[in-house]
């Protein structure tokens, strides 16, 4: 499950490709971003000078003069040497972030991963030596957080990126830059129980997604699943493995240890249907076995045996319990072949009968 899109991205991204063609410093002024123009120019606006971030650029903030949090205002980037603004960005929403003691805006602030962030990031965002430009164009990234037009630095100007402005768009805020490995970092999550981050590489100046890793609490299982995916020659291969989750587990009914190794076997109370289930545990809680998760699958519990049953292909697993409702052994049947598991002394959580209770 991916967090959630903003249709305005594609648009956006889509009006902006002409421009990349070339650097925005051969052409009279570039706008981007979306607003209100009319309302704009009627409200009280002032302008800020962003802080002296280049020493060969400077920018302004021009915004509605308001207490709101978020505010419509735009941002321009001008060759100190004077002439037309080089680009422009205009937002709905903007904030002001002034710099203590001056009336300068703050910029380069970019707290991970989706903190405080500044309408002006100057970085070198692909690593070539040349310093680029992230301007914040609204709040259209995860859960109405910030998002950004990206342009890279080029020898005579600046030459608007769609790859990484989507990297800017559809995660938590803008991205984060690892110059050591190389690597660009990107965050998004939903809600409080499923977060994915994605790492890409660089080729030829432009992001190539490298690996993703997803984990989320929302299973119907009730367990943790960790999604590991990796490109492999252009081709996304992925792995997905599921966890017990010690932080919000489910409710116990059974629980016990195989010997020699130690695999702890559960059966406990689905979220999914209030029905047990059965999971097998290797030492770094991993599910090995998961059970049910097939449709007609299910777990049979026989009195008069003490014994719990499921089947899955040509295999049985039974475990078997004594008069108080507690394991003794287990066996796995395979095409009439039985195996005996025995159980690691002591330990054990819960019965049998609570297994059976649910079961009626």
Known sequence: MRAPTFPRTLVRLLACGLAALAP???????????????????????????????????ATLEIADQ?????????????????????????????????????????????LPYGEQSVLVYQDFNLDGIKDLALMDGQFSCYHGPSYQVFLGTADGFRHS??????????????????????????????????ESSTYGLENGEPVLKRRAATGQNDP????????????????VSSTRRYWNADDSPEVLLSFRLAPAGKRI???????DDKPAYVALDKSDEAVLLYPENPGERIDYDA?????????????????GDGAGQPTKMQVEVRGKVTDLKLLPGGAEGSLEQVARLLQ
């Open 24 to 58: 925005l410093s051969s052409f009279a002024t570039e706008t981007f971003g979306e607003i209100d123009t009319a309302h704009f120019q009627g409200l009280p606006r002032v302008t800020y000078p962003l802080e002296n971030f280049s020493e060969r650029y400077r």
């Open 67 to 111: 207490d709101d949090v978020f505010r419509p205002g735009i941002i321009s980037v001008h060759d100190k040497q004077g002439g037309p603004a080089l680009i422009q960005v205009s937002a709905e929403e903007l904030v002001l972030d002034l710099q203590t003691g001056s009336e300068e805006v703050r910029t380069n602030i970019h707290e």
């Open 162 to 195: 769609a790859a990484f402005t989507e990297l800017a768009q559809q995660y938590c805020g803008l991205f984060s830059v690892d110059e050591q490995a190389r690597e660009i970092n990107v965050f998004t999550k939903d809600g409080c129980c499923w977060h």
């Open 221 to 236: 299982s009730g367990l943790v699943v960790e999604t590991l995916s990796e490109n492999r020659d252009g081709k996304l």
């Open 266 to 272: 559960v059966l406990f109370k689905s979220p999914n």
């Open 304 to 320: 008069a045996s003490r014994q719990l049953s499921f089947v899955r292909g040509d295999t049985t697993y039974r475990i078997l």
